[in-house]
């Protein structure tokens, strides 16, 4: 379902050309959990923003779902995004002047699904991830592990083809990262999605389908 | 939650400077309002003050106001009564008056000083004018009277240097239409201010038969046309011109160098006054939502990993300009529509412009339309300051937008 070939990355620093992914291949199928592991600075969140079409690459081609979206313009990119892509970020960027229920209807606003429809989905997410009844909280009244549950709820809502998880339990301690990994496993199985995860985290990569290495831009 | 509940959560975000700059924006609408308020107020006074001492129209020979004339009345009108009568056939048409334009001498005796007069019935011309003349000391005659000497109405400044008053007998000294000299004796009715102290240092009103008789002549040298209502001027003039070649017709803005020179000033005065403003308010949005874009580019990065469109967070940014420039433009109107108000409880008196001696009423003009636009403006400003400070964030790279602290 991800089909990555040969892709390079490379960023200009000053007059220097600084290489940050080199030849990464990877075929990531349907529904799989897979983890990216690294050291800072290795380009697991380079390659993972590359997966979530919001960076691009200079070499190699990129298919998702079979289809070249390395070639895509970003009006394209942004529609895929919105449709198929979710994202949990290690901070959780959850906007702060929206509830919990505004932020995980977020994207299916963008989305365009109806109103019915949008509180339908949310009422379920919300229920499944345990946090119905914090639903008309904000985000600055919860505790990093509820945060980090809101963001699952909003990157799974819109039933995305593919999760990027960058860092997603780095701001956790161990038993609220348990519980969100196994959140994570569970709705990924529930909802049919593929879950990316970038983590330096041993208890992350403990329950993933395939567990890959990277290291000074290259993917073990 | 509506699109417009999301942008006041986030004009709420930082409460002081979204206040400050709501503020701005009111004082702006505001001051807009009042400074074209008045304008409007003194515009209207002028308009009708120049209307009602000039006519509406006045209708002359072709070439009255083109050439000079050789002697008095040269270009006047002869049978006047007839086009007086087809004039006032027209419904639009209040009343229309002869006048006759005098200059000469004017002597107690002992001394002699130059006049410029106006020769008119004066007490039509205070039917259709109103109290145009401010009576310092007399009556309003009519100085056509047939059982004693004429009268005539002295500017106050006129009647000191001749140490006239009324009752007093004076004598007046003109050129005839065809040339000669020739002098009346004349009773001083009543002393008048117009408030213009340079034009009552010379002013006389006389009868017109009066002034005929002086000028030894049938003729008058105009006609005023005072109409129902302002607004007609323009098409009766269009009107006239096109089926009377043989007269000249020019309307009150044309004979009014005052209303048109105050008009000018002021004009571009409150136009620079209003760019100024609008400036001021352009600048201090931008620099709000300026700010906002910057501490809130890595929710822009987010939302735009979520699939947002840079139009949709530029959108974002501009409703809550509109917000802003909304509530300031309403908070504006308010304050002007109060300050307008006000000024109608409280009579504050302006001082008098220059070359004038009389004070006049501050007042404002509450025109609707100007509301509406004045609005509508300061709405665009703000929507525009808002692209302004959102375009380039919006359309930043979403990885770097993420990663900004």
Redesign the interface.
């Known amino acids: 379902m991800i089909e990555l070939r040969g892709i390079g990355k490379r960023y200009r620093v000053g007059d220097s050309i600084v290489p940050a992914l080199s030849e990464v291949s990877l075929t990531v199928p349907h529904r799989a959990f897979v983890a990216i592991r690294g050291p800072s600075g290795s380009g697991k969140s380079t390659l993972l923003n590359i997966c979530g079409l919001i960076d691009g690459f200079d070499d190699g081609s990129y298919r998702l779902e079979g289809e070249n979206v390395g070639a895509l313009n970003e009006a394209s990119r942004t529609l895929i995004r919105r449709r198929h892509i979710g994202f949990v970020f290690q901070s959780y960027n959850l906007v702060p002047v929206m509830s919990v229920r505004e932020n995980v209807e977020y994207p299916l606003r963008l989305a365009g699904v109806s109103d019915n429809e949008r509180q339908r989905r949310v009422d379920a997410v919300l229920a499944q991830v345990d946090l119905s009844d914090q639903a008309e909280r904000r985000p600055d009244l919860l505790s990093g592990g509820q945060r980090q549950r809101v963001a699952i709820a909003r990157a799974l809502v819109k039933k995305p083809a593919l999760v990027i998880a960058d860092e997603p339990t780095a701001n956790l301690d161990t038993a609220t990262a348990n519980r969100v990994i196994e959140l994570m496993r569970e709705l990924g199985r529930q909802y049919g999605a593929t879950f990316l995860v970038a983590t330096h985290d041993d208890r992350m990569t403990a329950h993933c389908d395939q567990v890959r290495t990277m290291r000074d831009g290259v993917l073990q | ?1 509506s699109a417009l509940v ?1 942008a006041w ?2 004009v ?2 930082n409460r002081r400077r979204s206040f400050v700059t709501l503020l701005i924006a009111a004082l702006g609408t505001a001051s807009i309002l009042v400074a074209g308020g008045f304008a409007q107020y003194t515009y209207d006074s002028l308009r009708e003050g120049a209307a009602r001492e000039f006519g509406h129209l006045t209708v002359a020979h072709a070439d009255y106001f083109d050439k000079d004339e050789e002697s008095p009345l040269q270009y006047g009108l002869e049978g006047h009564e007839a086009l007086v009568a087809e004039l006032e056939r027209d419904r639009r048409v209040r009343r229309v008056l002869p006048r006759i334009e005098l200059s000469g001498l004017i002597s107690n005796g002992d001394k002699s000083m130059i006049f410029m007069g106006i020769g008119a019935d004066i007490m039509a011309e205070a039917a259709v004018r109103g109290p145009f003349l401010k009576l310092v000391a007399g009556e309003l005659a009519d100085g056509d009277r047939t059982d004693g000497p004429p009268r005539v109405l002295l500017g106050v400044e006129l009647a000191e240097s001749l140490n006239a008053r009324p009752g007093s007998s004076l004598t007046l000294i003109g050129t005839t239409a065809a040339g000669g000299m020739n002098a009346m004796d004349v009773e001083v009715a009543g002393t008048i201010s117009t408030n213009w102290p340079d034009v009552d240092k010379r002013l006389i009103y006389a009868g017109i038969g009066t002034a005929r008789r002086l000028l030894a002549t049938d003729k008058v040298g105009m006609l005023a046309v005072f109409l129902q209502e302002t607004g007609d001027t323009p098409a009766l003039r269009a009107e006239l011109e096109a089926r009377d070649p043989v007269h000249a017709f020019k309307p009150w803005w044309e004979q009014s160098a005052y209303y048109v020179s105050v008009r000018d000033l002021y004009d571009r005065i409150f136009g620079l006054l209003g760019v100024i403003i609008a400036a001021l308010v352009f600048f201090s949005v931008t620099n709000t939502l300026t700010m906002a874009v910057a501490e809130r580019t ?2 822009i990065g ?8 840079p139009a ?1 967070i530029v959108g974002e940014f501009v409703r809550e300009g509109v917000l802003i420039g909304g509530i300031g433009a309403g908070l504006g109107m308010l304050v002007a529509g109060s300050t307008m108000v006000a000024l109608l409880m409280f009579d504050i008196q302006m001082p008098p412009p220059p070359g004038r001696a009389d004070a006049y009423p501050l007042r404002l003009y509450a025109d609707p339309v100007f509301y509406l636009l004045t609005s509508l403006v300061i709405l665009a400003l703000c929507a525009a300051a808002a692209w302004l400070a959102s375009r380039k964030a919006a359309a930043r ?3 770097e937008a ?1 990663g900004h602290v």
């Open positions: 939650m999301l959560r986030n709420l975000r890595r929710e987010t939302l735009r990993a979520l699939g947002a469109a949709d790279p979403i990885v993420l």
